[in-house]
């Protein structure tokens, strides 16, 4: 097993590529503290892999408390931690025209302040242990501009360059610090980029004009995501950090 007896932390966890990062942790050997804003979820997520090896944290990381509380928490439930995967994030605004200003705030503070908030709180537990490896999700968003969500787009530039950044800031404890970025995919938070209006053949449009951009045709699925971060926070990957791992189906080959 890959993860045998590492402790890790999942934000974001009770659906899509989440939770299929939670069942393949868990499946390798690891025990998951779980970080969600939805509770059901979580409970549902906890009485399918067992509590022995599943807490469910609840929270908002929107907020500063959310973000650093629930990874405190979830570091109090495991008695350490060796990986984070900084999963949460949000679509946002769809212009900048008319900018709503509390939704910008709140897509910036899950997409970015999060995941810095997160890493700072988890990085002295991981040099206490020797190391660990720690994943942020950006997107391909983050790597190529995005007409359908500047705002997005923007945070996950910013997260792609907070992994770089802290990939050599903590190279020296043995922290390795890396990033996925998915294309479009087959999760339910789709419907927030490709449908914001409600209108279903507007949402249908949008999708088809970005598969018409991937070479490989189709969405991508939570699973491959998961399983490439599954790879990144493994020895696998030991020589590998501040990489930027497109899972696009060929989308930035172009």
């Given at each position: 097993?890959?993860l045998?007896g590492?402790?890790a932390?999942?934000t974001?966890a009770?659906?899509?590529?989440g939770r299929?990062g939670?069942?393949?942790?868990v499946?390798?050997g690891?025990r998951?503290?779980?970080?969600d804003?939805s509770?059901?979820a ?11 090896r599943?807490t469910?944290?609840?929270a ?5 408390a959310g ?7 979830a570091?109090a439930?495991l ?10 994030g949000m679509?946002?605004?769809?212009s ?10 709140k ?7 999060a995941a810095?908030?997160?890493a700072?709180?988890v990085?002295?537990?991981?040099r206490?242990r020797g190391?660990?490896a ?7 968003s ?7 969500s ?5 945070a996950k530039?910013?997260v ?7 990939a050599?800031?903590l ?5 390795r ?5 998915p ?15 409600g209108d279903?053949?507007e949402a ?12 490989m ?5 939570a699973?491959?995501v ?12 030991s ?7 497109p899972v696009d189906?060929?989308?930035t080959?172009?």
């Amino acid at each position: 097993m890959r993860l045998n007896g590492k402790l890790a932390i999942v934000t974001a966890a009770a659906s899509g590529m989440g939770r299929a990062g939670v069942e393949r942790f868990v499946r390798e050997g690891a025990r998951v503290a779980a970080i969600d804003i939805s509770a059901d979820a979580l409970d549902a997520l906890v009485a399918d892999f067992g509590a022995d090896r599943v807490t469910g944290i609840v929270a908002d990381l929107s907020t500063p408390a959310g973000a650093t509380g629930s990874i405190d928490e979830a570091v109090a439930a495991l008695g350490g931690a060796d990986i984070l995967w900084a999963h949460a994030g949000m679509p946002g605004p769809a212009s900048v025209e008319n900018l709503d200003m509390a939704a910008y705030d709140k897509a910036i503070a899950l997409n970015v302040t999060a995941a810095a908030l997160g890493a700072g709180q988890v990085a002295p537990h991981m040099r206490q242990r020797g190391g660990g490896a720690i994943v942020f999700t950006a997107s391909v968003s983050g790597l190529v501009g995005s007409m359908m969500s500047p705002i997005y787009s923007a945070a996950k530039w910013g997260v792609v360059g907070l992994t770089k950044s802290l990939a050599l800031a903590l190279a020296g404890d043995k922290i390795r610090v890396n990033v996925v970025c998915p294309g479009l995919a087959d999760t339910p938070m789709k419907i927030g980029f490709t449908g914001r209006s409600g209108d279903p053949a507007e949402a249908a449009a949008n999708e088809a004009k970005l598969m018409a951009n991937v070479p490989m045709g189709r969405l991508v699925q939570a699973g491959e995501v998961a399983d490439a971060v599954l790879w990144m926070v493994s020895d696998e990957a030991s020589f590998v950090t501040g990489v930027a791992l497109p899972v696009d189906g060929g989308f930035t080959a172009r």
